[in-house]
């Protein structure tokens, strides 16, 4: 059974820095895509970055481009989001998810829908 399991929220000012990070267990992910979603309060769940287990391809959403770096350990099994130049719409709920048998363009593409796999969530509040 597929475990995810995520950490690393907090409070955080404008400007700042948080690492995500999402520690996988119960399974050989070498063929899976895993990535983050978040979810506002009273706004729909968007994608915000993907990573293919095996090759390490990477997706991310505009919002996101150039501010967060998606990367994964795959000595630790642990999927990491590094979010810089953090603003106060960042602020929501990030999902772990894991999807086998697909790459980091589609789950980007399938907004969530379907996947296989999710974490609890960890809340990031970014204060101006």
């Known amino acids: 059974q597929v475990q995810l399991v995520e950490s690393g929220g907090g409070l955080v000012q404008a400007g700042g820095s948080l690492r995500l990070s999402c520690a996988a267990s119960?399974?050989?992910?070498?063929?899976?895509?895993m990535g983050w979603f978040r979810q506002a309060p009273g706004k729909e769940r968007e994608f915000v970055a993907a990573i293919s287990w095996s090759t390490g391809s990477t997706n991310y959403a505009d919002s996101v481009k150039g501010r967060f770096t998606i990367s994964r350990d795959t000595a630790k099994n642990t999927v990491y989001l590094q979010m810089n130049s953090l603003r106060p719409e960042d602020t929501a709920v990030y999902y772990c998810?894991?999807?086998?048998?697909?790459?980091?363009?589609?789950?980007?593409?399938?907004?969530?829908?379907?996947?296989?796999?999710w974490g609890k969530g960890t809340l990031v509040t970014v204060s101006l």
């Open positions: 998810a894991a999807e086998p048998m697909i790459t980091a363009r589609a789950m980007a593409n399938s907004r969530g829908n379907g996947m296989d796999h």
């Open positions: 119960g399974r050989t992910f070498s063929t899976y895509a």
